[in-house]
Each structure stands twice: as structure tokens, then as C-alpha cells.
């Protein structure tokens, strides 16, 4: 029997493509036609606002649409970051079976970033407008009552104090019993999408801590750099036929700083960013692969409830029943969402290790064409007479 979701649209129940290594799948899949699409969203134009008891940042959230769910065709709310958060918590609660973008961590790593600085703002703001186009583009958490809200609603303070109330219901239930129930096993599908999520998450964890320090020690290097190539500029100024050739090299290690520098905001401000979300993303998969986990226990546990009364019933009771169909949602919201998240990761990553490869071919072309510049500067010239 084919599946269907809440507001009708039909769920893909297909295995998703086995899983292979981060980077040997990285053929591009056909984005969407831009012309088919019915919904648009935007962040930008964030703004600082300090008041008595709190500073915040705050970002404009713009929504273009011909949906016959929206009263307009264009939206513009201010939103901010503990917004998006109440957004994704109400997604969570009511769409449990889907696999939920992550959000960027509110608090810095390690303290070492402003977090009201222009840098850190703008990070933010791109990891934020990549979490609501995440949204926009999935076929049913688009069409949630909560995602429309935030998009339209001037000020989300009412909302907020409803709690469950708004909540979309999904059957009978939307928070399944998450205890007194042990699964058995997990079907050898949902096991090998565990053992990948494990082993994902553990090989971009270990890059993610390398990548840090190689940073780390890239702008310890610049420090130096800047020490460095000054002293070529003074030492020119005490010997006058050499101070040219000096005064080259000092202006050579000082583009090769500026290079640098540019290196490091680049993995900074684009690489480590994408890291840190798919860590996040395999956590989020993890968190509805144990939820899915959970209503399959206790679809066995009320099977095996009814075996032990051993009575003759014409059929099976209606809540083993509806719990059989919970399962069977999940499944295919959860293989669905897998096979989508498989191929937003090939073009992620393909577009991440891409870039870092343009980067770094610009850095040492740069710094190439310093030293070569300075090559005239230093080779013997004839003796005038």
C-alpha cells in the first residue's frame, strides 16, 4: 500500500543509495528547476539591538511566494537566533519522523570569536539562511503551520506562549513512548544508515579538529610573518646598496601575509562552517533513527501483549494497528529523507572541496608571484662605468 503523509503528498518509500565514502560521490544531482519553485526565502540585513537587560542580533527574514496557503505574496519579519530556535523545536514535536536541518550552535567554540563581530554575524547569517532554505525545500516540513507562522507572523511573543497547542497532528499522536520498550534489533537497513552516521561523524569530527588547529597554527605563522618581513625594511635602511633588494623582500613577505590571511578567513568563514553543520546533521539523523527505534519497541511489545492473552480475535486491536502504521511512516519518512540528505551532502561537499582546492591553488599563486617579482631585484646587474 502506497504511503502518504498528513497533507497528502505521497512518500518515496525506496532504500536509499547504499552509502559510500565523502568524496567518491561526488557527481553533482540535478538541483530543482528555479522555475518550478513556489516558495523563496532569504535572510540578510542583520542588526544589532542593545537594550537594558540584553544585546541581540536580529535578521530579516524576506519570503516570496505564489502558495494559495499565504493571504500575500511577499513577507518581511525580523527574527532572531532564539527564534529559529523555537522554529526547530516545533518542527521537532511535530513532524517527528522527518529528519530536522540543524541549526548553528548558539555560543562560539571555545570563546574565541566575538559574537557580535561583523565575521561572526555574517557566518551566522549564511548557516541561518542555509537552515530555512533546508526547510523550504523539503516537500512536507515546508507546508508545516509553524514554518508559515515564523515566515509571516510580525511578532512570534504570542505563539511562543502557546506551547503544544498549535501542533500538527499526525494521526492520533505526535510524541511516541520512549520508554519501557526495548527494540530487539534494528532491520539491517536502519542498521547499516547507524553504523554510517557512527563512522561519518567520526572521520568529519577528526577533520573537523585538524582543520582547527592547521588555522591555529596558520595564523601563529602569520604572527610571525609579520615580524618577520619589517626587518628587511630596517636592515635596508642601514646598508644603501642593498636597501632595494631588502626593501623587496620585505614587501614580498608582506603580500605573502595578506595571501595568508585570506587563506585563513576562507576556512574560517566557509570551510569549518560546512563541517560543523553535517556533525550536526548525522546528530539530528541519529536522534529520529532512535526515535523510529522507539516506536518500533513498542509496535513488538503490544504484538507481544496480545500473543500472550492468546484469545480469539477476529482481528488485530486498532492500537497495534495504529502503531504498525507509525512505524511504516517512519521507515519511509526516514529513507526518504536519507536519500534527500545523501544528495544534498555529494553537492555540498563537492562545492566545499572545490573551493578549498581554488583557495589554496590562490594562495601559492600569489605568493608565487611575489618571490618571482623580486628575482630581478636580487640577481647582479653589469657595473655601470
Not at 518550478?36 to 544589532?48: G, H, I, M, N, S
Request: glycine share 4%; net charge negative; charged share 30%.
Amino acid at each position: 500500500q502506497d504511503l502518504s503523509l498528513p497533507n497528502g503528498t505521497p512518500v518515496d518509500t525506496s532504500s536509499p543509495a547504499s552509502s559510500s565514502s565523502l568524496l567518491n560521490r561526488l557527481q553533482l544531482d540535478d538541483d530543482l528547476d528555479v522555475e518550478t519553485r513556489d516558495l523563496f526565502v532569504t535572510v540578510d540585513d542583520p542588526k544589532k539591538h542593545v537594550c537594558t537587560m540584553e544585546t541581540y542580533i536580529t535578521y530579516r527574514v524576506t519570503t516570496k511566494t505564489t502558495r494559495a496557503e499565504f493571504d500575500l505574496p511577499e513577507y518581511s519579519v525580523r527574527r532572531r537566533y532564539q527564534d529559529f530556535d523555537w522554529l526547530r523545536n516545533k518542527l521537532e514535536e511535530s513532524q517527528p519522523t522527518h529528519l530536522i536541518p540543524p541549526l548553528p550552535e548558539k555560543f562560539v567554540v571555545k570563546g574565541v570569536v566575538d559574537r557580535f563581530s561583523e565575521e561572526f554575524v555574517e557566518t551566522r547569517r549564511k548557516a541561518l539562511d542555509k537552515f530555512l532554505k533546508r526547510i523550504t525545500d523539503h516537500p512536507v516540513l515546508s507546508f508545516n503551520e509553524h514554518f508559515s507562522i515564523f515566515l509571516t507572523v510580525k511578532d512570534l511573543n504570542a505563539y511562543k506562549k502557546q506551547g503544544m497547542a498549535l501542533l500538527s497532528k499526525m494521526g492520533e499522536s505526535v510524541k511516541y513512548v520512549t520508554g519501557g520498550y526495548k527494540l530487539r534489533s534494528r532491520p539491517l537497513e536502519f542498521a547499516a544508515i547507524g553504523d554510517y552516521l557512527d563512522t561519518f561523524s567520526l572521520k568529519l569530527g577528526t577533520i573537523d579538529r585538524i582543520a582547527q588547529r592547521i588555522i591555529k597554527e596558520q595564523l601563529e605563522y602569520l604572527v610571525e610573518l609579520r615580524e618577520y618581513g619589517p626587518v628587511y625594511s630596517t636592515w635596508g635602511g642601514l646598508e644603501v646598496e642593498l636597501s632595494e633588494p631588502l626593501e623587496g623582500v620585505s614587501a614580498c613577505i608582506g603580500n605573502c601575509c595578506t595571501a595568508l590571511e585570506e587563506l585563513s578567513e576562507d576556512m574560517t568563514e566557509d570551510f569549518l562552517p560546512v563541517l560543523r553543520e553535517y556533525i550536526l546533521y548525522a546528530e539530528s539523523m541519529k536522534n529520529v533513527l532512535k526515535k523510529r527505534d522507539q516506536v518500533q519497541a513498542e509496535y513488538e511489545a503490544k504484538l507481544e501483549a496480545v500473543a500472550l492473552k492468546r484469545e480469539d480475535r477476529p482481528k488485530v486491536p486498532t492500537d497495534v494497528e495504529k502503531c504498525q502504521d507509525r512505524v511504516e511512516c517512519f521507515n519511509a519518512d526516514l529513507k526518504a529523507d536519507m536519500e534527500r540528505w545523501q544528495n544534498n551532502k555529494r553537492q555540498d561537499f563537492r562545492q566545499l572541496l572545490m573551493g578549498m582546492a581554488d583557495k589554496n591553488i590562490q594562495y601559492y599563486e600569489k605568493c608565487l608571484t611575489a618571490w618571482e617579482s623580486i628575482i630581478p631585484l636580487l640577481q647582479d646587474k653589469p657595473e655601470t662605468k
